[in-house]
């Protein structure tokens, strides 16, 4: 093709084109000027090759002032600038050599006239071979055809980023406005929500971009709810800052799931924020988790001392570790990254790390989370989670650590499982621990869900959705607490500040959210319809696959009713009954040997008896033989061929 052929060219010979062409082309502006001019065509051409000469020798101008370096496909408003400096030198040059030569038939009004001409010649040949390549690459691309909805300026740019690059192709704008349904805006109407409905069934739009600058997030949860029902997937694109600063319309997101779920996160106090903090060395166990990764992220920009991540999973610690150096150039910080690659168990490593850099801060996030794996690890789930605390709680007290913070959970409030109640005795060690020391001062800090966590159902069903489905969820009546991971730690750091010794702080989580409801809205605003009874032939299924051993309806933060409010409206005090350490620690070592010996029967009564309204299953797995395992026939041992 002509555009391939062109693009093949090297620049200069591109340049040396377009000045030969431009040297034909006014020198014809000239001439259709004085025809224009005079009404005829038999003039004596001759004696007006001074205005031409004077004419093909300032083309060149027109390279000195830059126009020759726009690359036309991508040419802008600021290449007018240079065409009309260009022409009016030309122009006024021509007016020089006129009167300078005294031309004879050479009006002054012809220079208007040849001005004119030489501008549309200009431009308008420009700026048409630009129509031209654009839609030429845009043919030869599958692009995304997209509506986007909203008519601000933040949109119409939008739509001219997208119309010139990217994988996506407007066709529509959307708006609630009825003032605005009908207009045309960059070429393409405005239409109302409703239309959505017809514009998808025709496959003209298969998603929605949804560009409003500012909007709040409550605005956005609006827009989010009111295109659910569509069978479109809704988008999410940077605001109108970023995308004028140049970020690539490449950079379209997926809805944010706290826009979603109606989050409202509330500002830190600063002085809270960097309390247990500042200038101190802080140890982060479970750093290479969602959790103590995002924990490590936000305690770098408060100015610790020294920042030290400990975690027993080699490649997480070293992505961790990856990350938080990358933080740290991006910032500038001087602050000094210890790695340490260890298991929590490890009480000497523990108390080492903490004495040699003088620990001050301890953020102890290091847990076995996943219900269903603990449950058929029992073992593993109670060392970890409840005798690591222990191990890391009393290094913290031998090293002379301030505070010790612990990242729990409300599984541990009338658990159902192992998990829950490993943490819960750990809550319960601290608290019986911090009647033995002044030293330390103990905390926990107990929530629920944290989207986009490694543990949590929004990555799993996202990926199921990509897979083509079925989502699957254990119970159409569970319901969850759900908040942002950086909104959780955000809370952490705070309520660490606000500790007396002993306490149970409880982030406000929120409503509950229904989990088959979250499912739904995750499908419809990926664009896709639900399969069920009413529709048969829709996109993805949802599955329920029951309950597992363990699982709960629904999930609470309390034991009881007493709660008490903080200097922070999100964070909540509780003071839960517990044992003595007098008391509960000849019980740890009777759990212990319990463990040692995998006596299930054992761990499940000492559980039940220790732990307030705890109610495990009937069966815990974990290495005990299961029938239904040993029944399977067993495999024959592949001999070799003789």
Known sequence: MLVEFIEGLSRHCKQAIAIAIDCVMLSVMLACTLILKHGRWDLDWLQF???????????????????????????????????????????VALAAVAYMVRLPDFPRSALIIFWLLSFCYVTGTRFLVRAYAQAVVRGNVARQPVAIYGTGEAAAYLAHRLGREGDYRPVAFIDENKDLHGRVIDGLTVHPVEALSQLASEHIVRQVLIALSPASSAERRRVIEMLEPYPVQVRIVPDFDAIISGIPVAN??????????????????????????ANRAVLVTGAGGSIGTELCRQILRLGPRLLIILDQAEFSLFKAENELRRICERSRTTTP?????????????????????????????????????????????????????????????????????????DKAVRTRNVMGASKRLAEMVLQALQEQTDRTCFSMVRFGNVMISSGSVVPLFLEQIDRGGPVTITHPDVTRYFMTLPEAAELVLQAASMATGGDIFLLDMGKPVKIHHLARKLIRLKGYKVRDESTPHGDIEIRITGLRPGEKLHEELLVGDASSGTEHRKIMRTLESHVSWTELRPALVTLEHACDAFDHDAIKRFI???????????????????????????????????
């Open 337 to 409: 990254v210890i790695t340490i690659l260890g298991s929590v168990l490890d009480r000497v490593l523990l108390e080492r790390t903490m004495r040699g850099y003088g620990v001050e801060t301890v953020y102890h996030a290091a847990a076995y989370k996943h219900v269903g794996l603990v449950e058929n690890n029992v073992i593993q789930g109670i060392k970890n989670n409840t005798f690591g605390t222990l191990c890391a709680a009393e290094a913290a007290i031998d090293a002379g650590v301030a505070d010790f913070i612990l990242i729990s959970t």
């Open 49 to 91: 090759w001074p205005a031409f000469a004077v004419t093909l020798g300032c083309v060149p101008l027109f390279l000195r002032l830059g126009l020759y370096r726009h690359i036309i496909r991508h040419m802008g408003p600021h290449a007018i600038w240079a065409i009309v400096k260009g022409i009016t030198v030309t122009t």
């Open 252 to 277: 379209i997101q997926d809805i944010d799931i706290s826009d979603l779920l109606g989050r409202h996160e509330v500002a830190p106090l600063p002085h809270l924020l960097s309390g247990s903090v």
């Open 608 to 642: 039940e008896n220790l732990v307030e309204g705890a109610d495990l299953a009937e069966q815990l797995f974990d290495l005990t033989p299961r029938a239904d395992v040993l029944m399977l026939p067993k495999r024959e041992s592949l001999g070799r061929a003789r």
